[in-house]
């Protein structure tokens, strides 16, 4: 979604022409009076320094007499004064060149002793006042130069000057002060016009201004009506709309048009800035919210195309658990840009409530699969040995009921509830290995859901009932399948009682032998490896039924235990020389002493301190300093401690830490004493014999003799 503004469209001007043209009109008008107030105020300025001067005429005219009758009187005394010949030489300077300036324009001395510029005169009256005025100066300037210039003045030159200014004298007084008048009536009759001009001016643009008023009133009344139109629309849409709509701002605030149904929804109270990450973070896992954080920063951002991000949001269909649910519901949260001038403004978020689309599509797979689970299941327990099966339904009822038990009473008991979790653990590793030996995919598919449900419970020190709800539900769903398996199993047997009668059933080592195969068979598949599998269980036809349901619990662990974490991939083992495809043997026996012997054995990387130390590490269960003070054997010792995994991910057959902690409760069990060989690269074994319980004795650098 994108929005652009350009500055200069036809549709732009259009809208505004009325409004354009008058405020240029305003503006031209305005700037044409102000060009004649500058004009005319420059010329009244101008004026003024006329008026000034032909006023200091005045005073000269005066001084000039004054002056010439002081000389006279000094000269009839004998006297002779400098001073006054510099004043009349000054005085009747300044004069004759600002009379000369009236008649022709000049720069002529101010009355602060600078230049000014002087304008001609060019009234009629003014022009005839300084003509006469030149008239008479002319002749009086000759009289006085002979006064001015010579320090011994002639007594008759003298009298004929002061005879000439007493007779002229009151004349240019006149001359000078007709002129001055001129002048001020003239500046007057400028003043009162460009008065006149400003009073006009004013009153249009106040004119104007009232009609660029009127215009954009009219304009806005209008904008405003059609906005309130388009908001009583976007109200009534937004009322309307099914789905959520909202708009989030940079900040995640949500902007202030938002659908009606958005509230219903998200089942929060939605207002205009209300944080939005706040109410998607109680809605999902902390795992989704980061990814979505992270997913509506990157849409804000313009680095990376909306196209290609939409096949990254996290939130296309999420399951949510607000506080009103009475159960889970499905979102779909979708994102737009709304792009302006190449900048990310806003994002439009669409929620729908998807549930029963989702509810319907997984009715519908599971429709579709049960079938498919159902014969799947018909064809792996008419393969199956009755031996395993009726082993596998025992085993699994009895610790199916005791894992019922401590559910039953988890909230309620004062002991370790890690210690609790683990056996929860180790029971249902116990199916599920068994189920996955027996080619049972979909109760192995279950127990591994159990699983994952179990890890959080694990890291806790005690159960609130509200977090184990999940589990009985889950358990109620393994019983179901496993009295399924129960009534399926009782119909191939009762059949196979009649069509049978006189076949022997399969010894109990080969039972166990197939088992283990197809188990080695099926992980090795899963892990991408090649393994070959060499047993010799002769022994266990003649021992104790419980005793052999141990040591094949026992065999089903430590082959996928061999598998996933000692037997390389086909080029690793060809990079070190070794045969691309790995052993495992398996051997039960019975020694000198007549104590039975049962070892596992694999030609794989064997068991390395150092990698333990780095997965203990890389785990955040250990600190490096920790680490650092334990021995190599008891670092080995660590691969038993319940959730610990040197694996690098999780999966149905590695990864959860329970497999090796089984192994050691069910030797306790038997009462053995297991012993671990390895060498770096080249073989790990496990053995123990079946005699007092004991911790394992390990020995990391074993030769090739200690079989």
């Keep these: 979604m994108s929005s652009n503004k350009p500055s200069t469209t036809p549709s732009t001007l259009n809208k505004y022409r009325g409004i354009i043209i008058a405020v240029s009109l305003f503006l031209v008008f305005n700037l044409a009076v102000l060009g004649l107030n500058f004009y005319t105020s420059s010329t009244l300025n101008d004026d003024a320094v006329s008026i000034n001067l032909s006023g200091r005429q005045r005073m000269l005219s005066q001084r000039t007499a004054k002056v010439l009758l002081t000389i006279q009187v000094d000269a009839a005394q004998g006297r002779f004064n400098e001073k006054n010949t510099a004043e009349l030489k000054k005085v009747s300077h300044l004069f004759d060149t600002t009379l000369n300036g009236f008649k022709n324009g000049a720069v002529v001395i101010g009355g602060d002793e600078k230049p000014v510029r002087l304008k001609k005169v060019t009234d009629a009256v003014a022009t005839k006042s300084v003509d006469e005025a030149l008239t008479i100066w002319k002749p009086y300037k000759q009289l006085l130069l002979p006064v001015i210039t010579s320090n011994m003045v002639d007594e008759v030159t003298l009298d004929i000057a002061t005879d000439y200014a007493r007779e002229n004298n009151l004349k240019l007084l006149k001359l000078m002060n007709d002129l001055t008048t001129q002048l001020e009536k003239n500046t007057k009759a400028k003043a009162a016009k460009l008065q006149m001009i400003q009073t006009i001016a004013l009153v249009l643009s106040l004119l104007l201004f009232a009609n660029i008023v009127f215009n954009a009133l009219r304009k806005l009344r209008s904008a405003d009506s059609e906005i309130e139109k388009a908001q009583r629309e976007t109200t009534e849409i937004l009322n309307t709309v099914k789905e959520g709509l909202i708009l989030l701002d940079p900040q995640f605030n949500v902007g202030s048009q938002f659908s009606q149904s958005v509230s219903r929804i998200l089942q929060h109270d939605i207002v205009a800035n209300t944080p939005f990450m706040p109410i998607l ?25 909306e196209a290609l991000m939409l096949s990254l949001n996290p939130l296309t269909q999420v399951k949510v658990m607000a506080k009103n649910d009475t159960a889970p519901r499905y979102l779909s949260f979708q994102f737009n840009r709304v792009v302006e001038d190449k900048r990310v403004l806003h994002l439009l978020v669409t929620v729908q409530d998807v549930t029963e689309q989702v509810t319907q599509a997984e009715e519908l797979q599971a429709l579709k699969g049960q079938s498919n689970i159902n014969l799947d299941l018909l064809k792996k327990l008419l393969q199956a040995d009755n031996f395993q099966l009726r082993q596998f339904l025992n085993n699994a ?29 180790r029971i249902i590793h116990a199916l599920k290995g068994e189920a996955s030996a027996l080619g049972l995919a979909s109760i192995e598919n279950s127990a591994h859901q159990f699983e994952e449900h179990l890890v959080d419970l694990r890291k806790k020190t005690s159960w609130e009932a509200q977090e184990i709800l999940s589990l009985p539900v889950m358990l109620s769903a393994l019983l179901e399948q496993l009295a399924q398996v129960n009534s399926i199993v009782a119909a191939i047997n009762a059949h196979q009682k009649h069509a049978n009668a006189n076949v022997a059933p399969p010894l109990v080592s080969t039972s166990v032998s197939n088992n283990l195969k197809r188990l080695a068979e099926q992980v090795s598949q899963n892990q991408n490896k090649q393994v070959q599998l060499k047993l010799d269980l002769r022994l266990l036809d003649e021992m104790d039924e419980k005793v052999v349901q141990q040591l094949q619990q026992i065999g089903i662990q430590l082959i996928r235990n061999g598998i996933c974490h000692g037997i390389e991939s086909p080029d690793a083992r060809l990079a070190k020389g070794k045969p691309a495809k790995g052993e495992i043997a398996l051997t039960a026996q019975m020694n000198a002493a007549g104590a039975i012997e049962f070892i596992v054995r694999d030609d794989g990387q064997g068991i390395v301190p ?31 401690e319940p959730g610990f995994s040197t694996a690098s991910g999780t ?3 590695a990864g959860r830490g329970i497999g090796m902690d089984l192994v050691q409760t069910l030797i306790n069990e038997i009462g053995g004493e297991l012993k671990i060989d390895t060498k770096p690269d080249t073989f790990t074994q496990f053995s123990f014999r079946i005699a007092t319980h004991s911790t394992p004795t390990i020995n990391l650098y074993a030769t090739e003799a200690a079989v």
Excluded: P, W
Aim: aromatic share 6%.
């Design 610 to 640: 150092s990698r333990i130390r780095a997965s203990m590490i890389a785990s955040g269960r250990y600190t490096s300093e920790v680490v650092g003070q334990l021995s190599d054997k008891e670092i080995v010792g660590k691969l038993f």
């Design 281 to 305: 973070k109680s809605l999902v896992s902390e795992e989704i919210y980061i990814s979505a954080e992270d997913y509506i920063k990157l849409l804000f951002g313009n680095k990376v195309k």
């Design 651 to 653: 999966d149905k057959d």
């Design 397 to 425: 009822q009895t610790g199916l009921e005791a894992l019922n038990v401590i559910l039953a009473h988890a909230d309620k008991r004062s002991t370790n509830q890690t210690d609790l979790a683990n056996q929860c653990f």
